[in-house]
């Protein structure tokens, strides 16, 4: 189980510096990584904004499973295969 919030994993992931870009290249990254907001991308998957600030572990499975999956898509490092239609 994670310790802490969504938010907390996902202002952290943000902070690591191997996400951060030289200057001269923040130009294309800004481009490449504008436009998924996991926030915004859990939403529409039915996960309300305030769950961002709940623990982890008064989530349920798949709570927890889609904001995991918004954060993966919205730091732009998700592959994803969906086996079954949903």
Request: aromatic residues 6%; glycine residues 10%.
């Amino acid at each position: 189980m994670l310790p802490g919030t969504p938010q907390d994993l996902l202002t952290t992931i943000k902070s690591f510096k191997s996400r951060q870009t030289a200057s001269e290249d923040k130009d294309k990254a800004t481009k490449i990584n504008k436009g998924v907001d996991p926030v915004e991308l859990a939403a529409e998957w039915g996960i309300d904004k305030t769950y961002w600030m709940r623990e982890w572990s008064t989530l349920s499975g798949g709570e927890g499973q889609r904001m995991a999956l918004a954060i993966a898509i919205g730091i732009g490092r998700a592959e994803v295969i969906l086996l079954d239609g949903t």
